[in-house]
C-alpha cells in the first residue's frame, strides 16, 4: 500500500503532524492524572510534619502561612484533577488549554 492510499504511512513533518498525535497526547494526560494523584497528597502530610519539627524555631506566622499555602496549592491541584475527570467522561480530554493549565498547576506546587 502506497503514502497516497493511507495516510497513516506517510513521514510526518513533526511529531504534532503525525495521524495518531492527538489521542497520544490525550492517553499522556490521561496518565499523567493518575500518577500524580498520589503525589499531590504527600506535600500537606509533609507540611504537617515539617510545621511540627520547625515549631518555636521558626516565626509562626510564616510556618503557618507556608503550610496554609502548602495546602491551599494542593486543593488546587485536586479540583484540576477532578475538572479534567469530567472533561474526560464527557469525550474531550485534552486541548491545548490542559498543557497550560498543568504547566500552571505544577509551576505553584514547586514554588510552594
Not at 92 to 110: M, S, V
Amino acid at each position: 500500500m502506497s503514502e497516497l492510499q493511507n495516510p497513516d504511512l506517510r513521514t510526518p513533518e513533526s511529531e504534532t503532524d503525525h495521524p495518531y498525535a492527538a489521542r497520544l497526547a490525550r492517553a499522556q494526560m490521561i496518565a499523567l492524572t493518575r500518577q500524580a494523584r498520589l503525589s499531590n497528597l504527600v506535600p500537606p502530610v509533609n507540611s504537617i510534619i515539617l510545621g511540627v519539627l520547625l515549631w518555636g524555631n521558626v516565626a509562626t506566622t510564616a510556618l503557618l502561612a507556608w503550610v496554609g499555602v502548602v495546602w491551599l496549592v494542593s486543593a488546587v491541584r485536586w479540583r484540576v484533577y477532578l475538572r479534567f475527570d469530567r472533561v474526560v467522561a464527557g469525550g474531550a480530554g485534552f486541548e491545548p488549554d490542559w498543557r497550560n493549565i498543568w504547566t500552571g498547576a505544577h509551576f505553584l506546587a514547586g514554588a510552594a
